[in-house]
């Protein structure tokens, strides 16, 4: 993560990829990152004003169309919403992505810049891996104290994303570490996997495992050696959820509640939290509003009028049900309905044909924001709410960071994953 890149880039530009960088960097902060989008924003309606892009490119075509496919839908979905003016702001509000990621097609036009976002991003990740080990050892992060159950981090008690943003942005610092020796990689991956269980979110020890998979299979070029690695960090991994199941109580009750989904349908209820009853309910949303749904961000305001009498939800802390479907397909399913399922099933395969006919170096440039997404988007998993500011804004960070990467055209050779 030390390449030389400073000499090649000027200090605009620079500077340029660091406000992109923010995005992330300011994520756990609350509504610190939206400021930086709001920069970005503005920063690309600059960029279109004074001419500087070309809406002919790759990364500015496909740009345009991963934002109306996501937001195309909820503006569909806002003229009948169940709560029109919740709709009505998400849709305006949402608006700030199309610049974003149109200053990014700017900001990440070379090699250098991309290389540089890439070991921010790396960087990044180090921190906050470090700081939850911080948090382990001590009790204490940048954060603030533990909460009871699990490692909070830099995100802080009150919102629990650590394990899932560091299991989905974890391709980073391991491309980055497996750059340098391959048993580094596997040290970063150990040390990661630490704080992804302890982080005690179960979804994200489901991406964290596909990430591993598809790496380790990926930097020992697959055959016995990646067999024989992939089998050491099996080892280590089960080493490691035995001594956290014994030393545990909380992480014991989290397994113990994962094996209960070998006891029937009440069993994979226990096991996923009570979320059924979520899904049924965005099931049956979808089947009375099939066309563009309840509308965005209406989940927790038509909740009740679709869930059955004796949903647990319904009251659950006050509230009059879920506040979001906890699964992607059934958020979007249920909030904006057909249309939205068709844009967002057309993204995803206009984006897998973008990521086949890329050059190697391309795809190389793009490995670790690519495996960050299908970390982020594997359907077979919970899911944070992707229209909300927090999830929505981090997957147009990455979208930001991707289609530079994956479409751009340059000449000259590079060290993608440095």
């Given amino acids: 993560m030390t390449d030389a890149f400073a000499p090649t880039l000027s200090r605009r530009q620079t500077a340029a990829v660091l406000l992109l960088l923010a995005c992330l960097a300011l994520l756990p902060f609350g509504r610190s990152a939206e400021l930086a989008i709001v920069l970005c924003a503005v920063a690309g309606i600059v960029v279109c004003v004074r001419g500087q892009l070309d809406w002919k490119s790759d990364p500015v075509r496909w740009s345009i169309l991963l934002f109306v496919a996501y937001w195309l ?46 070991q921010g991003c790396a960087w990044i990740v180090a921190v906050w891996v470090a700081d939850a080990l911080l948090q382990a050892a001590t009790g204490w992060s940048i954060g603030g104290p533990a909460s009871a159950d699990r490692l909070s981090g830099v995100f802080g008690a009150d919102d629990l994303k650590l394990g899932g943003a560091l299991a989905l942005l974890s391709p980073f610092l391991l491309l980055a570490a497996f750059a340098r020796s391959r048993w580094l990689g596997v040290l970063a991956s150990f040390l ?9 979110a179960r979804a994200a020890w489901l991406s964290f ?60 209820d226990h096991a996923l939290s009570g979320r059924l009853p979520i899904w049924q309910t965005a099931l049956s949303m979808f089947r009375e509003q099939p ?33 979001h479907a906890h699964q992607w397909v059934l958020e979007v399913a249920a909030e904006t309905g057909a249309i939205g399922l068709w844009c967002w099933i057309l993204a995803g395969l206009v984006s897998l044909r973008v990521w086949r006919e890329a050059t190697p170096a391309n795809r190389d440039s793009a490995a670790a924001v690519s495996l960050a997404l299908l970390a982020m988007l594997f359907p077979f998993n919970t899911h944070y709410a992707f229209y909300s500011s927090a999830w929505g804004g981090l997957l147009f960070f990455l979208l930001a960071l991707w289609t530079p990467m994956i479409a751009l055209r340059s000449t000259g050779s590079s060290t993608p994953q440095s």
């Avoid at 503006?75 to 990621?101: G, H, I, Q, T």
């Avoid at 704080?195 to 005690?200: E, K, M, R, W």
Wanted: proline share 2%.
């Fill in 73 to 118: 839908p909820e503006f569909a979905s806002a003229f009948d919403a169940v709560n029109s003016k919740r709709a009505w702001k998400e849709v305006v509000v949402d608006l700030r992505y199309l610049p974003m990621l149109l200053f990014a097609c700017v900001a990440l036009q070379s090699l250098a810049a991309q290389r540089l976002a890439r």
């Fill in 192 to 200: 990661l996997l630490l704080v992804v269980l302890l982080a005690g």
């Fill in 209 to 268: 495992a596909l990430v591993l998979l598809v790496l380790v299979w990926r930097s020992f070029g697959g055959g016995r050696k990646a067999l024989l690695a992939l089998s050491t960090m099996l080892a280590m991994s089960f080493a490691l959820v035995i001594g956290a199941y014994l030393g545990s109580a909380t992480f014991q009750a989290r397994i113990d509640r994962s094996a209960a989904a070998l006891q029937g349908v009440d069993g994979v």
């Fill in 291 to 323: 066309i563009n749904g309840v509308g965005v961000r209406g989940f927790r305001d038509a909740y009740a009028a679709h869930a059955e009498a004796d949903d647990p939800w319904l009251g659950f802390d006050g509230e009059a049900g879920a506040f």
